[in-house]
Each structure stands twice: as structure tokens, then as C-alpha cells.
């Protein structure tokens, strides 16, 4: 099971960047799947998760209006579009994964309810 992210960079306030994670070893059905950052000094926190089981999604507060997550479960990708970034987006993004044929982590972007994980890209928004 890996889960590869890419997509990360510089970019100056106000830009755009999409994130993708690429997953292998296992289908997306039954998973619920997200985006997880963590900034210096900071613990990791979560951005936006999206459920398998009933396609219900979650976005942290400071991140509505401006990202939005996807998947495209042919080719077992997840996206993380980023617009009008700001400084404190700045941090390393983390996919996530984890089995939840429930859909007990409907609406839900907890950390410790999701056990596999990629390595991380850097996003640095410089302003």
C-alpha cells in the first residue's frame, strides 16, 4: 500500500497549486480519503476529507471557499485544488487513507481515524 503525493511548491499569495496523491495496493471503494497538513511547530491538522461511503466532505473552516477536494476512482487519484493561497497555508500536505466501508468517518477529518499515509509535499506560499 503506498500513497504518493506530488503537486507542491512555491507560490505567491493569491495563487493556485493542486495537489495529487496517487494510490496503490488498494481501491478506492469502501475508503474514506483525505488532506492533512502540518506547519512548523504545529501538530498536523486536518484540511479536507472526503467519505467513499456516501461522498459527503468536510473542509476546515479556514480553508472553505478556497480548496476543494476530489478523486478520480478509475485511476485512484485524490486532488487537492488550492486557490487564493495564503501564508498560514503554508506546511507539509499529507494524503490519508483508511478502510470505512460504515462510513464512520463521514464528515468527519480526524487524524488518528486514518491509519495509511503518504510522505508529504511542501507548500509554501510566500508573501
Known amino acids: 500500500v503506498q500513497l504518493v503525493e506530488s503537486g507542491g511548491g512555491l507560490v505567491r499569495t493569491g495563487g493556485s497549486l493542486r495537489l495529487s496523491c496517487q494510490v496503490s495496493?488498494?481501491?478506492?471503494?469502501?475508503?474514506?480519503l483525505g488532506w492533512f497538513r502540518q506547519a512548523p511547530g504545529k501538530e498536523r491538522e486536518g484540511v479536507s476529507c472526503?467519505?467513499?461511503?456516501?461522498?459527503?466532505?468536510y473542509y476546515r473552516d479556514s480553508v472553505k471557499g478556497r480548496f476543494t477536494i476530489s478523486t478520480d476512482n478509475a485511476n485512484n487519484m485524490i486532488y487537492l485544488q488550492m486557490h487564493n493561497l495564503k501564508p498560514e497555508d503554508t506546511a507539509v500536505y499529507y494524503c490519508?487513507?483508511?478502510?470505512?466501508?460504515?462510513?464512520?468517518?463521514?464528515?468527519?477529518?480526524?487524524?488518528?481515524?486514518?491509519?495509511?499515509w503518504g510522505q508529504g509535499t511542501q507548500v509554501t506560499v510566500d508573501s
Open positions: 490519508a487513507a483508511d478502510f470505512d466501508p460504515y462510513g464512520l468517518r463521514s464528515g468527519v477529518c480526524e487524524e488518528p481515524l486514518y491509519g495509511r
Open positions: 495496493g488498494f481501491t478506492f471503494d469502501d475508503y474514506a
Open positions: 472526503i467519505s467513499n461511503y456516501d461522498d459527503s466532505t
